[in-house]
């Protein structure tokens, strides 16, 4: 089989016949997918299914790690620190029982606030920058701070706003300057140009929600809008990079990275993700989940130090330090929750086979 990748696996020391079973596992799905494999900096596997490589799948929440760096970044350059609190950045914030909740908590999903009023509320809302802002600083956190309850829209917004004031510059030009620029890549965008509407890869979304989530999702103004959580447009080329430079050290220096994907929770169930999911500070970590039935979207064989994010168990990437693997699995299926996390789970699991696992 062709995997269409710059090396053959072999040579870097993949079993063919693994990622031959991850690729029809794909296949098999019949959605509108790319996967790209990079190991030791070689591009193992990069292949479309429906699509051209070109195409621009939009990340859910498989986009927050990149908000996270740069957080990280500026607390590098001393501009800011995770232990102070939101408010002083963003004084009103502080309204509503908010004041002592800090940087750390939010990239921790610790800081209570799960949501701004309610799910549905703020994603109507996301396409609308200062409507947003303002239904965080008005809402009052659900949960005790501490508490590990998933933020699915309001982690960006408020880490963003926060970079935005103790920078002076708006989130997408941070994403832009400070983390796609070194980087090199070409098809990446945090708010989708206008001109590339064309190579957008619509969602196709099932269950009860299914027509609300693609009546929003596909939507021109979604895509071009800047929702830091989510709104990532990109190709699985370009995720898989953002993968490998964190690895090989260009965007984060090495003590930034480990204090990034430092374990803050160990089988801790999470009431709004459901699962026990292994929290650091912006990213999702692999390795065993302390529940039965619970798996990771990294792969039930992935190793502890795995680092990434799943999105919508629509979207993931994640880097392997141990196993020297950056990966990106991108979709356009979204509203199984479990069959499509196993489905998820299944892929990584094969790539984590050829490695020898």
């Known amino acids: 089989m062709e995997f269409g990748g710059t090396c053959d696996p072999r040579d870097a020391g993949l079993d063919p016949g693994r990622l031959t079973e991850a690729v029809e596992l794909i296949e098999a799905r019949g959605a509108v997918a790319q996967l790209c494999v990079v190991r030791d900096g070689r591009t193992v596997v990069d292949r479309s299914f429906g699509c051209s490589p070109n195409a621009l799948f939009w990340l859910f929440s498989a986009s ?14 001393r501009r800011l620190h995770l232990d102070d609190a939101v408010a002083a950045y963003w004084p009103e914030f502080a309204h509503n029982g908010k004041r002592e ?16 009023g309610s799910y549905v509320g703020e994603v109507r809302a996301m396409t609308d ?15 005790p701070v501490g508490t590990v309850a998933y933020s699915p829209l309001a982690f960006g917004f408020v880490l963003a706003e926060v970079a935005r004031r103790c920078s002076g510059t708006p989130i997408d030009e941070l994403v832009r300057h400070n983390v796609l620029e070194p980087l090199g890549v070409e ?8 001109d590339l509407w ?31 959580a989510a709104g990532m447009s990109t190709t699985a080329r370009d995720l898989a990079a953002f993968y490998q430079a964190l690895l090989e050290g260009r965007l984060l220096r090495p003590e930034s990275l480990a204090l990034a994907v430092e374990p803050s929770s160990e089988g801790e169930y999470d009431p709004v993700a459901r699962a026990p999911v292994r929290w650091s500070q912006g990213f999702q970590l692999g390795g065993p989940r302390w529940m039965e039935g619970a798996v990771s979207s990294l792969g039930s064989l992935s190793s502890p130090r795995a680092f990434g994010h799943n999105g919508s168990n629509c979207c993931i990437g994640w880097a392997d330090p141990d196993r020297r693997i950056a990966y990106a699995y991108l979709t356009n299926r ?14 990584a699991d094969k790539i984590l086979e050829a490695a020898g696992t």
């Open 101 to 116: 909740i800090t940087v750390r908590d939010v990239l921790r999903h610790r800081s209570g606030l799960s949501n701004a």
């Open 334 to 347: 979204v509203g199984r929750p479990q069959p499509d996390l196993l489905h998820h789970a299944a892929v």
């Open 198 to 228: 064309g190579r957008h890869v619509p969602i196709r979304a099932t269950g009860p929600l299914g027509p609300f989530i693609q009546s929003v999702v596909n939507r021109r103004s979604t895509r071009e809008a800047v929702v830091p």
């Open 64 to 77: 927050k790690p990149y908000v996270a760096v740069v957080i990280h970044q500026l607390v590098e350059s």
């Open 129 to 143: 920058w200062n409507r947003s802002l303002r239904r965080i600083e008005e809402t009052a956190p659900r949960w």
């Open 187 to 194: 098809d990446t965008y945090l708010g989708l140009p206008a």
